[in-house]
């Protein structure tokens, strides 16, 4: 089955630093991949995804790369900001999984400081 | 997005006792809604996969005897932690897969129940 390793473990930047969280996944059917953030005692929240029929995705301060040929993809978080501080979670989704469950990576811990 | 609503967001129970947690989408129909358990500082562990009308499948390992999933409605899936241990205690997270134009295939998650038993 999936497997998706994510990398660093803990990330600490300064504020205004860029961001990257790395991802690693298995099974090369997997064909959507999206990226959650989770704030201290919530749920985790979407943030973006992308398929594997698109390269790259960006919104706002936020992009995500994806190749397909490595099996791996980035979370990008530019001009970050304190508010940005949470765990971050990738994920994978293979298409014969059912009703498109997801396959997380290990979270990473990102510190924004002031 | 599409809104998934969880109650309740914390519980404390004595051992013994069942607990039921509550996830509705809420602007949406779910067919599929998944339940996860987590621990402090780790990654989301799938318990099961609610499908409406329904029996949930359980991931290995999950007790589908102790976690009861119910999924009666397009917008509403229940967990009940039946007999309650310490061991139980944990942070308990629905999801639901979107359905339409915008959120189509998208998994949106509850805000969590943070269960604590005595």
């Known amino acids: 089955g999936e497997n998706v390793e994510q990398h660093p473990s803990t990330l600490s930047v300064q504020e205004g630093d860029s961001a990257v969280i790395k991802c690693t996944y298995s099974?090369?059917?997997?064909?959507?991949f999206p990226w959650y953030k989770q704030e201290l005692g919530k749920g985790p929240q979407l943030i973006i995804d992308?398929?594997?029929?698109?390269g790259e995705k960006k919104d706002q301060r936020i992009a995500v790369t994806l190749n397909k040929t490595a099996k791996h993809f980035s979370l990008h978080i530019t001009e970050t900001q304190p508010e940005d501080s949470a765990v971050y979670f990738c994920?994978?989704?293979?298409?014969?999984?059912?009703?498109?469950?997801?396959?997380f990576g290990q979270g990473t811990e990102l510190s924004v400081k002031p | 997005g599409a809104v998934v609503s969880q109650h309740p967001s914390r519980v404390i129970c004595k051992s013994g006792t069942s607990v039921k947690i509550e996830c509705r989408s809420l602007?949406?129909?779910?067919?599929?809604m998944f339940w996860y358990r987590q621990f402090p500082k780790k990654s989301l562990m799938l318990m099961a996969t609610?499908?409406?009308?329904?029996?949930?499948?359980?991931e290995q390992g999950v007790e589908k005897d102790k976690f009861l999933i119910n999924h009666a409605s397009l917008t509403l899936s229940t967990l009940t932690v039946t007999s309650a241990h310490p061991e139980d205690s944990s942070f308990y997270i629905c999801?639901?897969?979107?359905?339409?134009?915008?959120?189509?295939?998208?998994?949106?998650f509850g805000s969590g129940t943070q269960l604590s038993v005595l």
């Open positions: 999801s639901a897969k979107g359905t339409g134009a915008s959120t189509n295939e998208k998994l949106f």
């Open positions: 099974d090369s059917a997997s064909n959507y």
């Open positions: 992308i398929r594997s029929n698109v």
């Open positions: 994920a994978a989704s293979p298409p014969y999984n059912q009703g498109g469950k997801l396959i």
């Open positions: 602007d949406f129909q779910a067919t599929t």
């Open positions: 609610s499908n409406e009308g329904s029996k949930a499948t359980y």
